[in-house]
């Protein structure tokens, strides 16, 4: 089952396959990307969202100011 987060207005889906995470960009067709990052495996599932803000805090603007876990 994917994690989902809004990372700065782009969403952002998360698996755990084995001992690493993958990630994927969501397509409004229901197909899916491979992400252009890597997780690394020693990242905590409770600590993804400040990963991804750590990685991602550029692309953070007024209407997204934060990564948030979605549904």
Same mark, same amino acid.
């Given at each position: ?7 700065? /207005? ?6 755990? @396959? /084995?001992? @690493?995470?993958?990630?994927?960009? $969501? /397509?409004?067709?229901?197909? +899916? +990307? ?5 997780? $690394?495996? *020693?990242? *905590?599932? /409770?600590?993804?969202?400040? !990963? ?11 209407? !997204? ?7």
């Amino acid at each position: 089952m994917a994690l989902k987060f809004n990372v700065f /207005g782009t969403r952002v889906h998360i698996e755990r @396959q /084995g001992k @690493q995470w993958t990630a994927f960009y $969501p /397509g409004a067709d229901g197909k +899916r +990307r491979p992400a252009d990052f890597v997780i $690394p495996h *020693d990242v *905590d599932e /409770g600590d993804l969202a400040l !990963y991804l803000g750590d990685l991602f805090h550029e692309d953070a603007r007024p209407a !997204y100011p934060e990564v948030v876990r979605v549904a």
